[in-house]
């Protein structure tokens, strides 16, 4: 094929792992044929580099909710047109850690493993990722989620613990969107049920975890779960849907507010101004001073710079 399949492999993991979590499925499923690949394998290992060569400005945004002096002025990155709206609370503050996870069912071709998917954001954009195969195998899509959100939440205590140390402390419990009905419910009953007495001790930490009121599971629509992305391939329209969330091409609904709050301030403004004008011209337009403040519009932009995960 004229090339080398573990050289090609091990050149766009260094990307994925440091801000492109949009291939990071598609090459964990390549990750498994390593010593004997076939021509398909070949071709889409071919498609994935193509993708990345084609796509090398792309990196993961961060938005502030006020714009800062020092950094310098870059045009924001234009989802793609799908007329979607984020619908998770977590883009009401910059500083809030939320967390999507998901988990297909025995997608391992060798050993029926299910693959687990996890984003962490904050700021609007990814901070932390992955995509891996459970070690053990489940017996149902329920076990496969509630072990994908057990390990969700040692990430998310980890990043607490992190921020914390940064200043940006969580002051509320961290929510994890999760679109199984069965694990959720699993890990708000706070005690294990009869089908889930075979499951490792260490996956019911969560339960603890819960109680604690460190982090809380919230249900959310599969079409709106960005982990979605991080478990199997994807149709066209649906890949780039979760890949504007997670990379932060969409406005968090807090800057968005901010640009709001701008704009009516900028309209109360001009008809200010316009009052002044009129009553200058009543007065005959001499020895009549009225302060008017003078609005100054500063556009919001953005950033593109990569995670370390």
């Known amino acids: 094929m004229g090339f080398k399949y573990r050289q090609v492999i091990g050149e766009i993991m260094f990307p994925m792992v440091k801000c492109r979590a949009d291939i990071s499925s598609h090459v964990i499923f390549l990750t498994q044929f390593l010593d004997n690949p076939s021509e398909k394998h070949y071709e889409a290992l071919r498609d994935v580099s193509k993708y990345l060569s084609e796509t090398l ?67 609007g954009g990814a901070i932390g990722y992955k995509t891996k195969f459970q070690p053990i195998i489940a017996h149902s899509s329920t076990e496969a989620e509630f072990i994908a959100a057990c390990d969700t939440a040692k990430m ?46 260490k996956h019911f930490a969560l339960l603890d975890w819960v109680e604690q009121d460190l982090l809380t599971l919230h249900s959310i629509s599969t079409h709106d779960n960005a982990a979605d992305a991080m478990t199997k391939p994807l149709s066209k329209q649906l890949f780039y849907c979760h890949m504007d969330t997670y990379m932060g091409y969409r406005k968090p609904e807090y800057v968005q507010t901010v640009q709001s709050s701008a704009r009516t301030v900028t309209r109360v403004s001009c008809s200010t101004r316009s009052r002044v004008v009129q009553a200058r011209a009543d007065h005959g337009g001499e020895g009549y001073r009225t ?10 932009h953005s950033l593109p710079i990569c995670s370390l995960v």
């Open 57 to 123: 400005d792309r990196g993961i945004y961060y938005w502030r909710p006020t714009p800062h002096p020092d950094l310098p002025h870059q045009p924001n990155p234009t989802p793609h047109d799908d007329n979607y709206q984020l619908k998770t609370i977590g883009t009401k503050a910059a500083n809030t850690l939320v967390a999507y996870v998901d988990s297909d069912w025995a997608s391992s071709s060798k050993k029926r493993n299910s693959l687990t998917g996890m984003v962490l954001m904050l700021a």
């Open 156 to 201: 998310i205590l980890f990043f607490r613990f992190l921020l914390e140390e940064l200043g940006v402390e969580q002051q509320v419990a961290t929510i994890m969107y999760e679109d199984n009905t069965g694990a959720l419910l699993m890990a708000n009953a706070q005690q294990p049920t009869k089908r889930t007495r075979h499951i490792e001790i």
């Open 291 to 300: 302060p008017v403040r003078r609005i100054v519009i500063i556009y919001l």
